[in-house]
């Protein structure tokens, strides 16, 4: 397994060496395998990775926000400082306790154990969640890591380690992007048959959890009639629909909307605190990056949305005017998103509009706009325009949840800074600074994993 994995785990889910070990002293009864998933859920919303990082680091990347200058947290990546980030703590953590969700999946769907018929439906949800976990990781492992799915015609380019048992001697090379893709697809596929109940809300998986997440895999991969397949399920399913008005606003700070698929929960005595993501935007917490006035003019004050900035007096010149409120309590206790029912309308739409189909995709597109806008006029633009609008309400629904920069490279677009506070206003597609490098000790550690081009030990 990578080396990191092996020093970044923080509970006992890593003490034993062998599965044949681990099997007999840990998985004994349907509770052993409640408490190793809700691990996993713990360990998926920490700051190094859907608490803070990675939705973070993805849109900071992009044009829709700008350094506050008060400090200089993420800065580098901000900047695209190659040379300067391959021993940062931001990536190295993010790819360990990414690795460290993949060896409690590991666990647990590689664990023998035989459940008594009662609890038969139990079992195979929480062995799904498993693997709706593991792909889940992968995914993320692959995107930030790895170059987007088109970046070579047959995703040949590389990806990185796909490590499916626990075994500390390992010391895998990079599986290709397509061969991680690929697994990323079995799991989730895996976890769809497997899960049948809903266990916890959006809070934990669920079978349409997996589909949403895999409607955005697929979109990502361009199999656009995947895409509406998965997404024609979760809509289908009849079981979520978008939110209105003040509910709108609510949504973010009290979580578990109806539109709600599947996104991080943070309590009163279970939060990130000062490193959660609204923190790194609210006056009140770090307050180091703003909403790019670019994106801002773009969005109709009547719209509900505007009401996901705030203006704050004290910013002037060209840091004025505006913070996002998308999480807005003190108390860092706002829930993170990881898909939403819009961001499933939306994946649909663009598969619509790439398979020719402009009529269904200007319907999709119309819900998300005129749910924000009542008054908003029906969408007439077709083919590449129909596109384009569609990529700017990405920004506007799905901002500052950690989507910019993947839409960016999917689409082969250069990032352009028009309000721009940074030292690198405009960054040019391809670049080998749209995904992070994989981090120095891993590279000290495995002599035969290599390092992404641009950066030290390529």
Request: hydrophobic fraction near 40%.
């Amino acid at each position: 397994m990578p080396f990191l994995l092996l020093i970044a785990g923080c509970v006992d889910l890593t003490l034993a060496p062998t599965d044949e070990v681990w099997d007999g002293a840990y998985f004994r009864t349907l509770g052993d395998f409640r408490a190793a998933t809700i691990g996993i859920y713990d360990q998926m919303s920490i700051a190094d990775w859907y608490g803070r990082s990675l939705p973070l680091l993805a849109d900071q990347m992009g044009e829709d926000v700008k350094l506050s200058g008060s400090s200089g947290r993420y800065q580098e990546f901000h900047n695209f400082e190659g040379q300067t980030v391959t021993s940062h703590g931001y990536a190295t953590e993010l790819w360990a306790e990414i690795y460290e969700a993949v060896n409690m999946a590991n666990h647990i769907i590689n664990a023998t154990y035989e459940p008594p018929d009662a609890v038969r439906v139990e079992f195979d949800q929480l062995v799904g969640e498993a693997h709706a976990a593991r792909a889940l990781a992968y995914f993320d492992l692959v995107r930030m890591f790895g170059q987007h799915y088109t970046f070579t015609a047959d995703a040949s380019h590389p990806g990185v380690p796909i490590v499916l048992e626990s075994d500390p001697t390992l010391r895998p090379a990079r599986n290709t992007v397509a061969e991680v893709y690929e697994q990323v697809v079995s799991d989730f596929t895996v976890a769809i048959d497997r899960m049948t109940t809903a266990r916890g809300g959006p809070f934990m998986f669920t079978r349409e959890a997996a589909q949403a997440l895999l409607s955005r895999v697929y979109l990502y991969m361009e199999d656009f009639g995947s895409v509406i397949a998965m997404a024609n399920a979760v809509i289908g399913s009849g079981k979520y629909s978008l939110v209105e008005g003040q509910a709108y606003i609510d949504q973010f700070a009290d979580g578990g909307s109806s539109e709600a698929i599947f996104e991080m929960q943070s309590t009163d005595t279970d939060n990130r605190g000062s490193d959660s993501l609204g923190g790194m935007y609210r006056a009140s917490g770090y307050g180091d990056f703003l909403p790019a006035k670019d994106l801002l003019d773009r969005i109709d004050p009547a719209d509900i949305r505007w009401q996901m900035f705030v203006e704050d007096p004290l910013l002037v010149g060209i840091y004025a005017s505006h913070r996002v409120n998308k999480w807005p309590t003190r108390a860092n206790t706002d829930n993170v998103p990881v898909i939403r029912l819009s961001e499933v309308y939306l994946n649909r739409a663009e598969a619509y509009v790439l398979s020719g189909n402009d009529a269904a995709a200007q319907a999709d597109l119309d819900r998300i706009r005129q749910r924000g806008l009542a008054t908003a006029p029906p969408v007439t633009a077709t083919g590449q325009a129909l596109l384009d609008e569609i990529l700017l309400e990405r920004r506007i629904e799905l901002g500052y949840e950690g989507h910019r920069v993947f839409d960016i490279t999917r689409h082969r677009l250069d990032v352009v800074r028009t309000d721009c506070t940074s030292d690198v206003c405009f960054y040019g597609y391809p670049g080998p600074y749209f995904i992070l490098p994989i981090p120095w000790a891993e590279i000290k550690a495995n002599p035969n994993i290599q390092q992404n081009p641009g950066y030290a030990g390529a």
